[in-house]
């Protein structure tokens, strides 16, 4: 069965990077949109990022755009988040997530939480000085 596995989060001063990491079982991650999502404690889970199979594009929330970067391993089947420009209202559980419907998809600003089924545990990012 398909799972996603996220790690990489952390304490980081603002300012500070990490890199998020999402490892992917029985699926090649190429061939599927995989989504990046967080959600701070009393807030709606919101998407970050979304990455296009077979890199066919890519997308980032705008209050990220310059600072977080998606991208794909291909050797590893794992997609990485790199966020970097930490502030504090980055603080959140991150997620990635796909479908089985985003086989061969271009990511689409108009998807929402419930076109992703398939989500990880999550890792936290904690961004404090």
């Known amino acids: 069965q398909v799972q996603l596995v996220e790690s990489g989060g952390g304490l980081v001063q603002p300012g500070g990077s990490l890199r998020l990491s999402c490892a992917a079982s029985?699926?090649?991650?190429?061939?599927?949109?995989i989504g990046w999502f967080r959600q701070a404690p009393g807030n709606e889970r919101e998407g970050v990022s979304c990455?296009?199979?077979?890199?066919?594009?890519?997308w980032y929330r705008d209050s990220v755009k310059g600072r977080f970067t998606i991208s794909r391993d291909r050797a590893k089947n794992t997609v990485y988040l790199q966020i970097n420009s930490l502030k504090p209202e980055d603080t959140a559980v991150y997620y990635c997530?796909?479908?089985?419907?985003?086989?061969?998809?271009?990511?689409?600003?108009?998807?929402?939480?419930?076109?992703?089924?398939?989500w990880g545990q999550g890792t936290q990012v904690t961004v404090s000085s």
């Open positions: 990455a296009s199979s077979n890199d066919g594009g890519i």
């Open positions: 997530a796909t479908d089985p419907t985003l086989y061969h998809r271009v990511c689409d600003s108009r998807w929402y939480l419930s076109d992703f089924a398939t």
């Open positions: 029985a699926i090649n991650v190429d061939n599927y949109a």
